[in-house]
């Protein structure tokens, strides 16, 4: 008898994959900076989309390294693929990169998988972490190069320590393994940035929205999207009334 490999466990198996791919790359090709990103994004992105074809034919699948098929917005069911979330700080040699599959399900990001291969891991909606304690003081997540005005005014508000990281996908699991309470971005992603991240932050029990509080839909036929929040829930409201106030100035 077949046995049909489930959503999440697929979805950790090729996302976990995929880092393998990426890690054997950095390690022997020889290449380094925007070479070695642009052949890691090629790889991982010819990795995954073979083994979604072959393993869910009748699902879309939207990447970031592919040209898009809009059919797919006809689709209930759409895999939302970044092969390698981090480009440069992949191509650095550091940790904080990322590799992103999710399955959104009528626009709701279902199953998701973020592989940190760098530290050997992979977080999934399917075995969510028992939530650490938050930090004293705060700590909130800000990009590396370049930390939004909001973030930084939040920080400021809670009287939070800042955290620059890499990656979006190395940021929202920073939150879910208990190394940051707040993740806010205002300076604009695309879908296959956050579906995996927001999936399996959501099932660890984080909130996770738009700045607006409104919910993150996925599988649009613009897959653009501006904004997001993860952090924990407790502070979300707080977080929310800081931002708003921020966009009205």
């Given at each position: 008898?077949?046995?049909?490999?489930?959503?999440?466990?697929?979805?950790?198996?090729?996302?976990?994959e995929?880092?393998?791919?990426?890690?054997?790359?950095?390690?022997?090709?020889?290449?380094?900076?925007?070479?070695?990103g642009?052949?890691?994004?090629?790889?991982?992105?010819?990795?995954?989309?073979?083994?979604?074809?072959?393993?869910?034919?009748?699902?879309?699948?939207?990447?970031?390294?592919?040209?898009?098929?809009?059919?797919?917005?006809?689709?209930?069911?759409?895999?939302?693929?970044?092969?390698?979330?981090?480009?440069?700080?992949?191509?650095?040699?550091?940790?904080?990169?990322?590799?992103?599959?999710?399955?959104?399900?009528?626009?709701?990001?279902?199953?998701?998988?973020?592989?940190?291969?760098?530290?050997?891991?992979?977080?999934?909606?399917?075995?969510?972490?028992p939530?650490?304690?938050?930090?004293?003081p705060?700590?909130?997540?800000?990009?590396?190069?370049?930390?939004?005005?909001?973030?930084?005014?939040?920080?400021?508000?809670f009287?939070?320590?800042?955290?620059?990281?890499?990656?979006?996908?190395?940021?929202?699991?920073?939150?879910?393994?208990?190394?940051?309470?707040?993740y806010?971005?205002?300076?604009?992603?695309y879908?296959?940035?956050?579906?995996?991240?927001?999936?399996?932050?959501q099932?660890?029990?984080?909130?996770?929205?738009?700045?607006?509080?409104?919910?993150?839909?996925?599988?649009?036929?613009?897959?653009?999207?501006?904004?997001l929040?993860?952090?924990?829930?407790?502070?979300?409201?707080?977080?929310?009334?800081?931002v708003?106030?921020?966009?009205?100035t």
């Amino acid at each position: 008898m077949t046995i049909i490999e489930s959503d999440v466990k697929l979805a950790e198996r090729l996302a976990t994959e995929a880092g393998e791919i990426l890690l054997g790359l950095q390690a022997g090709s020889g290449l380094t900076g925007k070479d070695l990103g642009k052949a890691g994004d090629e790889q991982a992105n010819t990795f995954l989309m073979r083994a979604l074809k072959a393993a869910r034919p009748d699902d879309a699948v939207l990447s970031e390294e592919e040209k898009d098929d809009i059919n797919r917005c006809s689709v209930r069911r759409a895999w939302i693929v970044d092969p390698l979330d981090g480009t440069r700080e992949y191509g650095e040699g550091r940790t904080d990169w990322a590799v992103h599959v999710a399955l959104s399900i009528d626009g709701v990001a279902t199953v998701g998988a973020v592989a940190l291969p760098g530290l050997g891991l992979t977080l999934t909606s399917g075995a969510p972490q028992p939530l650490k304690p938050a930090g004293t003081p705060l700590r909130m997540l800000v990009s590396r190069t370049r930390p939004a005005r909001e973030a930084l005014a939040v920080a400021e508000a809670f009287g939070a320590d800042l955290v620059p990281m890499g990656s979006a996908g190395a940021k929202a699991m920073a939150v879910v393994r208990g190394e940051a309470d707040i993740y806010l971005h205002t300076g604009g992603q695309y879908e296959w940035d956050n579906c995996a991240p927001i999936a399996v932050a959501q099932a660890a029990g984080l909130h996770v929205s738009r700045v607006d509080g409104s919910p993150l839909v996925y599988n649009c036929a613009d897959p653009y999207l501006p904004d997001l929040l993860i952090c924990r829930a407790e502070l979300a409201e707080r977080v929310l009334a800081l931002v708003a106030a921020l966009l009205e100035t």
